[in-house]
């Protein structure tokens, strides 16, 4: 069964600075790969998703971008962070069935 | 994304009772999955539901997708402590398409 690493589990970043969150996966190979946020007590948002490598696609514009340049390898960058960028990052794979599985999360809180 | 209409919003119920949540749509899912999320955890699939009518337990956990397809219920029997969290429901309307997810029940139980 596949395996999903995020990391880091917490980051506090000043507003303006880069970011680069990293999920990899293992157990499977050419997964569909997701980025969800979450606000705090609040539902999944969908930021981006890649059915292969080098193909993103984006839900809703923002401060964020994303990027696979391997099979099981999914960045979530920002050039300059903004206040509203804090919140739980979660990446999740499906491994071709309706299902997808969550990475254990990101908690970025932006100073 | 769309949503999909989960209530309640949040629960706060004593040990050893009954919890009951449900999801609800204007649009048919082919396939309704549960996912429960602890705090600071990515969301775990809980159960997953693939046919129209189907009810579907796991443990203390019964799932059921609705007849018309829009909708999908959880329950919780004989709830304990280790039950906080946050539940979710998700959809697919076919293969290829992304989840869909509620807003998410937020479940608080006291000893």
């Known amino acids: 069964s596949q395996t999903i690493h995020q990391w880091p589990a917490t980051l506090v970043q000043p507003v303006g600075s880069p970011l680069s969150l990293e999920c990899t996966v293992e157990?499977?190979?050419?997964?569909?790969l997701y980025w969800y946020r979450q606000a705090a007590g609040r539902g999944l948002q969908l930021l981006f998703y890649?059915?292969?490598?080098?193909?993103i696609s984006s839900e809703v514009p923002q401060n964020l971008s994303a990027s696979r340049p391997q099979d099981r390898q999914f960045i979530l960058s920002s050039k300059k962070l903004l206040l509203s960028d804090s919140g739980f990052y979660l990446c999740?794979?499906?491994?071709?069935?309706?299902?997808?599985?969550f990475g254990q999360g990101t908690r970025l809180t932006v100073v | 994304g769309q949503q999909l209409n989960q209530s309640p919003q949040s629960m706060f119920i004593q040990e050893g009772e009954d919890v009951s949540m449900n999801c609800t749509s204007s649009s048919i899912f082919n396939t309704w999955l549960w996912y429960k999320q602890d705090p600071g955890e990515g969301p775990v699939l809980l159960i997953a539901l693939y046919k129209a009518g189907e009810l579907t337990s796991n443990g203390r956990l019964t799932a059921q997708f609705g007849i018309t397809r829009k909708d999908s219920f959880l329950n919780i029997s004989a709830s304990i402590p280790s039950d906080v969290g946050i539940y979710f429901c998700?959809?697919?309307?076919?293969?290829?398409?992304?989840?869909?997810f509620g807003g998410g029940t937020r479940l608080m139980v006291k000893p």
């Open positions: 998700a959809g697919r309307r076919n293969a290829g398409n992304m989840l869909t």
């Open positions: 890649s059915v292969g490598i080098g193909q």
């Open positions: 999740a794979c499906g491994t071709g069935g309706p299902e997808a599985f």
């Open positions: 157990g499977t190979s050419n997964p569909n």
